[in-house]
């Protein structure tokens, strides 16, 4: 009995040792589930907040435009975005284009500080910090010219007069750095401006032939037209920055002087100079053509400082920016400096458009003499009847800087249709808190009034002034609607309670009326 007991067992064993040899190694194995690859539409990864980090992990360098559904100027760059990654599909595979609607991607905008749309960013071996900024580029063309120049060599290394008038023949603009040596810091500067100027080629050279027969004595860079040198830069150490020679060379992609119409206005707001000096003139008024000569003459002077604009008052379309500038047909001709910056205006004291005057006031903007223009409404005699008060610029920072007060204020243009819509909310966050004293919810129009306090940001903006002593400000920018204004409004003031006060939800629903900050309208800073 036991013999056959034991027969078994060893058959058993057998059966099973010949069954797992016949097994192989990649059975053994549990077969993992292939991820599928991210979809593409047009050559342009479909990015969301979900594959985004795959992506970057996926990829040596990615091209990433952060858009919004409903934006024109969005989809308009879509189209040369799809054409720059088809293009690049097989010369350039380890480059890669995504798209990302960041619609309702309120955390993504904050940690890419993404305030304009559409905005462009370029990772890099798959960090996700500290992207690089594709500022101004519009182009297919000009979007692989600049990703090639971040991968690769920035510029074209010219050895003899024939390739340097290749270069300069290529296009209608051209720049070359002639130098006496390759391996100098005004080399270095020169070389990190042509990757943020993809619109001409960039050349450079230390040939003493190429040198002499353009008759260039030290290290200059020089932008030809059509052929023809228009400006030479004497290049120092140190003197010049990356920055300074994007402006500079960024401005002959226009014309001296550029009339603001639809078709210019986004090109004049891509190149990176912060002060705008605008004439605002009748184009077809017998004056004109004397007026336009001499805002010319004035502006070859500050080219790469202060960009020339030019903004025909007979043309309706031109409403908005008459409005913005509070500019009226009594007004005209005007002149006016903006930093785009701060946005600060600046009126020009003399009324004649003389090339003198416009030199004058210019050099007086640039040393920090020039007086800001702060225009205001006048204060409404119902402004604080509603549950949102009306602050203007005249009642603005007797109203917001308040220590015993906590104001919580929406930015708004009346022309915006955002703004319109948002308006209906937030009178109903003012119904919502109107009985607490502590608490007050305003609305300001920033067309009609300039605050140079707060930082701006594009309309509809909020900003909440916290009670207490000391100057605060916090930038809300979360969703949109009662019930998160609301939270916002809650949370912070529980942030900013002094220690041993009592829970704020409960203090503004019992207590906060107890005081009472008496405003009068006849005060005034």
Not at 157 to 186: M, P, R, T, Y
Not at 229 to 238: K, Q, Y
Not at 384 to 407: D, S
């Given at each position: 009995?036991?013999?056959?007991?034991?027969?078994?067992?060893?058959?058993?064993?057998?059966?099973?040792?010949?069954?797992?040899?016949?097994?192989?190694?990649?059975?053994?194995?549990?077969?993992?589930?292939?991820?599928?690859?991210?979809?593409?539409?047009?050559?342009?990864?479909?990015?969301?907040?979900?594959?985004?980090?795959?992506?970057?992990?996926?990829?040596?360098?990615?091209?990433?435009?952060?858009?919004?559904?409903?934006?024109?100027?969005?989809?308009?760059?879509?189209?040369?975005?799809?054409?720059?990654?088809?293009?690049?599909?097989?010369?350039?595979?380890?480059?890669?284009?995504?798209?990302?609607?960041?619609?309702?991607?309120?955390?993504?905008?904050?940690?890419?500080?993404?305030?304009?749309?559409?905005?462009?960013?370029?990772?890099?071996?798959?960090?996700?910090?500290?992207?690089?900024?594709?500022?101004?580029?519009?182009?297919?063309?000009?979007?692989?010219?600049?990703?090639?120049?971040?991968?690769?060599?920035?510029?074209?290394?010219?050895?003899?007069?024939?390739?340097?008038?290749?270069?300069?023949?290529?296009?209608?603009?051209?720049?070359?750095?002639?130098?006496?040596?390759?391996?100098?810091?005004?080399?270095?500067?020169?070389?990190?401006?042509?990757?943020?100027?993809?619109?001409?080629?960039?050349?450079?050279?230390?040939?003493?032939?190429?040198?002499?027969?353009?008759?260039?004595?030290?290290?200059?860079?020089?932008?030809?037209?059509?052929?023809?040198?228009?400006?030479?830069?004497?290049?120092?150490?140190?003197?010049?920055?990356?920055?300074?020679?994007?402006?500079?060379?960024?401005?002959?992609?226009?014309?001296?002087?550029?009339?603001?119409?639809?078709?210019?206005?986004?090109?004049?707001?891509?190149?990176?100079?912060?002060?705008?000096?605008?004439?605002?003139?009748?184009?077809?008024?017998?004056?004109?053509?004397?007026?336009?000569?001499?805002?010319?003459?004035?502006?070859?002077?500050?080219?790469?400082?202060?960009?020339?604009?030019?903004?025909?008052?007979?043309?309706?379309?031109?409403?908005?920016?008459?409005?913005?500038?509070?500019?009226?047909?009594?007004?005209?001709?005007?002149?006016?400096?903006?930093?785009?910056?701060?946005?600060?205006?600046?009126?020009m004291p003399a009324d004649e458009v003389t090339v003198e005057n416009l030199k004058e006031f210019c050099h007086s903007y640039l040393n920090g003499k020039a007086k800001l223009h702060l225009p205001s409404e006048e204060i409404p005699e119902d402004w604080e009847k509603m549950p949102v008060k009306v602050l203007v610029g005249k009642n603005f920072n007797r109203i917001v800087f308040n220590k015993t007060t906590t104001v919580f204020v929406m930015f708004y243009a009346p022309w915006s249709y955002d703004c319109r819509k948002l308006l209906q909310i937030w009178d109903k966050l003012g119904e919502q808190y109107e009985s607490h004293k502590d608490i007050i919810i305003a609305k300001i129009d920033v067309t009609a009034n300039d605050i140079l306090s707060v930082g701006l940001g594009r309309y509809p903006f909020f900003r909440l002034f916290?009670?207490?002593?000391?100057?605060?400000?916090?930038?809300?920018?979360?969703?949109?609607?009662?019930?998160?204004?609301?939270?916002?409004?809650?949370?912070?003031?529980?942030?900013?309670?002094?220690?041993?006060?009592?829970?704020?939800?409960?203090?503004?629903?019992?207590?906060?009326?107890?005081?009472?900050?008496?405003?009068?309208?006849?005060?005034?800073?």
């Amino acid at each position: 009995m036991k013999n056959h007991v034991f027969f078994f067992l060893l058959l058993l064993f057998l059966t099973a040792f010949l069954a797992a040899d016949s097994i192989s190694p990649s059975e053994t194995k549990s077969k993992k589930p292939k991820i599928p690859k991210i979809k593409k539409e047009n050559n342009v990864l479909l990015l969301k907040k979900s594959n985004f980090d795959r992506a970057l992990k996926e990829t040596k360098y990615l091209l990433v435009e952060f858009y919004v559904s409903l934006s024109q100027s969005s989809q308009n760059l879509s189209e040369e975005f799809a054409e720059a990654a088809r293009q690049l599909k097989k010369e350039a595979p380890r480059i890669q284009f995504g798209k990302i609607d960041v619609t309702h991607q309120h955390d993504l905008r904050k940690e890419f500080n993404i305030r304009e749309f559409p905005t462009v960013k370029f990772f890099v071996d798959g960090r996700r910090e500290d992207p690089i900024d594709c500022k101004g580029v519009r182009q297919a063309s000009a979007f692989i010219t600049w990703v090639k120049r971040r991968t690769g060599p920035s510029t074209i290394l010219i050895n003899s007069i024939e390739q340097a008038e290749a270069i300069i023949h290529a296009d209608d603009l051209a720049v070359i750095g002639f130098f006496k040596e390759l391996d100098d810091d005004s080399m270095e500067v020169f070389s990190e401006t042509a990757r943020d100027v993809p619109e001409m080629p960039f050349g450079m050279t230390a040939s003493k032939d190429v040198c002499a027969n353009y008759g260039i004595h030290k290290n200059t860079l020089v932008v030809f037209e059509k052929g023809k040198p228009v400006h030479n830069e004497i290049l120092e150490d140190g003197r010049q920055n990356k920055l300074d020679l994007t402006r500079l060379i960024k401005t002959f992609t226009l014309d001296l002087v550029t009339e603001y119409n639809l078709e210019t206005s986004v090109k004049i707001f891509d190149i990176p100079v912060e002060n705008h000096i605008v004439l605002f003139t009748p184009m077809n008024s017998e004056t004109f053509n004397v007026i336009y000569e001499n805002y010319k003459s004035a502006a070859a002077e500050f080219r790469g400082k202060i960009m020339f604009v030019l903004v025909n008052t007979n043309e309706t379309k031109n409403g908005r920016v008459f409005e913005y500038f509070r500019i009226t047909e009594v007004d005209v001709p005007a002149v006016r400096i903006l930093n785009l910056t701060s946005d600060a205006k600046y009126k020009m004291p003399a009324d004649e458009v003389t090339v003198e005057n416009l030199k004058e006031f210019c050099h007086s903007y640039l040393n920090g003499k020039a007086k800001l223009h702060l225009p205001s409404e006048e204060i409404p005699e119902d402004w604080e009847k509603m549950p949102v008060k009306v602050l203007v610029g005249k009642n603005f920072n007797r109203i917001v800087f308040n220590k015993t007060t906590t104001v919580f204020v929406m930015f708004y243009a009346p022309w915006s249709y955002d703004c319109r819509k948002l308006l209906q909310i937030w009178d109903k966050l003012g119904e919502q808190y109107e009985s607490h004293k502590d608490i007050i919810i305003a609305k300001i129009d920033v067309t009609a009034n300039d605050i140079l306090s707060v930082g701006l940001g594009r309309y509809p903006f909020f900003r909440l002034f916290p009670a207490g002593p000391g100057y605060q400000e916090v930038a809300y920018d979360g969703e949109h609607t009662l019930e998160a204004f609301a939270e916002f409004l809650e949370e912070q003031i529980k942030a900013n309670m002094e220690p041993g006060e009592r829970d704020p939800l409960g203090g503004i629903k019992e207590d906060l009326s107890q005081k009472e900050t008496v405003i009068t309208e006849k005060e005034e800073l």
